[in-house]
């Protein structure tokens, strides 16, 4: 069964639809490396639902439009039966009654189930190190990190164990493991597709978002999950269909290339790669213009208060009393609550449910969350003022490649630089894609590219027709 | 100047998070936490009284729903994965 783990999702949707394959072979070749798992991407391994599911597709007399491609979804998503931790003690064992709204769609029109993968705890982390079932590696070097939060999302495409997953980001949780990995993540608009599922860690923030090892595979999966969603409020009503991109020209495409982003804390290999992508700019007929984001300095601070007071929020509701572990250590209800929490969350989710609960409480509110939401509208405006120059920004999607298993694991601080390139995009809710546009010290490197809210077409475009151009090779050197 | 995160400060914040510490978490706490605001202390200086805070960032208003009655979730699967259950509902405990 050789090869069948090299398809891109598109390939083996043709085949599948040719009755070339079937998807119980397809699913089976890709259980197995999922099983094998030599990177630790997966948390579970549905092999009995994914072959059920795969079989029922097979006796379909017409196939669906994702054909039975198994996928493998970020352990955020809530699977109805199927275990779902978000990388988590305190979720240890815990079975959803219902299933996420984009996981949802994409089952109802094919896709196959494999797994649930690998994250940071609750999504806080940009190493996958933070995951209470132990890290990810990298497929490219067992040594260093995936990346993170969705580390597992992204190793298993690259490791050929899924031709596609879903993850989520919140601050960079879907980029930022896409260009350590080597393949293609999509952080769509905020409000793009229904959160319905997905575990709340920052919910102004929060987005789903497709990882592939090509961008039209990744538009694909983005058609069918965005639009309204009753379930989510903040889901938006999509304008257009979303077009899986074929344009290999960017004429008259205008790429703002944001200086505050290539300089200072850019490795130098990193630098190098991202500006040999942006000359292909202009080998396709695209112009290149140098943009500024004034404020952008001020984004990691704004992040760092608006995210984890978010997060108190939302992580309230772990209290061992609905779901979840409870500690067998208390005599009242506030030790309940008190000793539950202390001995279900890690280090760096308490960490930062400290952090946000400091900066909404009385007396420092105004001051922290407050005027970080006023920073947050600066760095909104000086995208509006981008976009009124040119039609997508670019820059790298992190400032280094993959680093060394342990090397920030010691200074929350170090590892929040992970993101300082992702998070402006972030606070304004744009969409945002990255692809893997060259090699440093080994290491895949990631282009970020993003656009005006909505403008989801137009960027994954520009990214597919920048991919077909970089011919980037993503099979990880020496996988097996 | 950033706000002194002292052992005070830490055990309340902690009590408001509902978060069991440890002597030596308290501690660690205090010093990252420290460290933490004092880089985040850039955004406290900044005059932005003209600026509007930013809640959503994609706006969207008034979005409301028919009231109308739907099925919720069957009270057994409400309480499948409960810790504790008792006469068809969570048991909490001594409030006590």
């Keep these: 069964m050789a090869g069948l783990t090299d398809l891109t999702a598109e390939q083996a949707i043709a085949a599948l639809r040719a009755r070339e394959i079937s998807s119980v072979d397809l699913t089976e070749a890709h259980l197995a490396r999922a099983e094998a798992d030599d990177w630790h991407a997966f948390l579970a391994v549905d092999r009995d639902g994914a072959l059920a599911r795969a079989r029922e597709i097979d006796a379909m007399p017409e196939r669906p439009p994702l054909a039975g491609v198994p996928i493998g979804i970020k352990d955020a998503l809530s699977t109805r039966d199927l275990v779902t931790t978000s990388g988590s003690k305190i979720l240890?064992?815990?079975?959803?009654?219902?299933?996420?709204?984009?996981?949802?769609?994409?089952?109802?029109?094919?896709?196959?189930?494999?797994?649930?993968?690998?994250?940071?705890?609750?999504?806080?982390?940009?190493?996958?190190?933070?995951?209470?079932?132990?890290?990810?590696l990298n497929p490219w070097d067992r040594t260093r990190v995936p990346g993170g939060s969705s580390g597992g999302s992204a190793a298993c495409v690259a490791a050929r164990q899924v031709p596609w997953s879903l993850g989520s980001d919140t601050g960079?949780?879907?980029?930022?493991?896409?260009?350590?990995?080597?393949?293609?993540?999509?952080?769509?608009?905020?409000?793009?597709i229904s959160r319905y599922g997905l575990i709340a860690f920052a919910s102004s923030l929060d987005q789903v978002g497709p990882f592939a090892r090509t961008v039209r595979d990744a538009s694909l999966l983005l058609g069918h999950m965005v639009g309204r969603d009753p379930m989510d409020a903040t889901s938006l009503d999509w304008p257009d269909p979303i077009a899986v991109p074929d344009a290999e020209r960017l004429d008259g495409v205008r790429v703002g290339v944001v200086e505050e982003l290539m300089g200072e804390g850019v490795d130098p290999g990193v630098r190098d790669a991202v500006e040999a992508a942006l000359r292909t700019?202009?080998?396709?007929?695209?112009?290149?213009?140098?943009v500024h984001l004034p404020h952008s300095r001020y984004a990691l601070s704004t992040y760092y208060l608006i995210a984890p007071a978010e997060a108190s929020a939302n992580l309230a509701r772990f209290d061992g009393i609905r779901y979840g572990?409870?500690?067998?250590?208390?005599?009242?209800?506030?030790e309940t609550y008190e000793n539950t929490r202390a001995e279900g969350f890690g280090p760096e989710v308490k960490r930062r449910i400290m952090l946000g609960t400091f900066a909404l409480s009385s007396g420092y509110y105004d001051a922290y969350y407050g005027q970080a939401q006023r920073v947050r509208t600066l760095i909104s405006r000086d995208f509006e003022e981008v976009f009124s120059q040119v039609d997508v920004v670019a820059s790298p999607t992190s400032p280094t490649v993959a680093f060394p298993l342990g090397a920030r694991t010691a200074d929350p601080l170090a590892m929040?630089?992970?993101?300082?390139?992702t998070i402006p995009v972030s606070l304004a809710g744009l969409p945002s894609a990255s692809i893997p546009c060259g090699v440093s010290d080994g290491m895949p490197v990631g282009l970020q590219l993003a656009g005006p809210a909505l403008s989801e077409n137009r960027l994954l475009a520009t990214a597919h027709a920048l991919e077909t151009a970089l011919a980037f090779d993503t099979r990880p050197p020496g996988l097996a | 100047m950033p706000a002194v995160?002292?052992?005070?400060?830490?055990?309340?914040?902690?009590?408001?998070?509902?978060?069991?510490?440890?002597?030596?978490?308290?501690?660690?706490?205090?010093?990252?936490?420290?460290?933490?605001?004092?880089?985040?202390d850039q955004v406290r200086g900044l005059d932005l009284s003209?600026?509007?805070?930013?809640?959503?960032?994609?706006?969207?208003?008034?979005?409301?729903?028919?009231?109308?009655p739907r099925p919720s979730l069957p009270t057994e699967l409400a309480l499948r994965e409960a810790p504790e259950v008792a006469g068809g509902g969570f048991s909490v405990g001594r409030m006590g």
């Design chain 1, 92 to 136: 240890e064992g815990f079975r959803p009654v219902y299933t996420a709204t984009c996981v949802d769609r994409l089952e109802r029109a094919g896709a196959v189930v494999i797994g649930k993968t690998n994250m940071d705890e609750f999504a806080m982390g940009s190493s996958t190190e933070n995951s209470a079932y132990g890290p990810t």
């Design chain 1, 172 to 192: 960079g949780s879907i980029r930022q493991p896409a260009a350590l990995c080597g393949i293609v993540g999509v952080k769509p608009t905020y409000g793009a």
């Design chain 1, 281 to 290: 700019v202009e080998d396709l007929g695209g112009t290149l213009v140098p």
């Design chain 1, 325 to 334: 572990h409870r500690t067998d250590h208390a005599e009242n209800l506030l």
């Design chain 1, 416 to 421: 929040y630089l992970s993101d300082i390139c």
């Design chain 2, 5 to 40: 995160i002292d052992a005070d400060v830490v055990r309340h914040v902690a009590r408001l998070a509902r978060l069991a510490l440890s002597e030596d978490e308290r501690e660690t706490m205090r010093r990252e936490l420290s460290g933490i605001l004092e880089h985040v």
């Design chain 2, 50 to 68: 003209e600026v509007p805070p930013t809640t959503h960032a994609i706006p969207l208003q008034n979005v409301l729903r028919d009231d109308a």
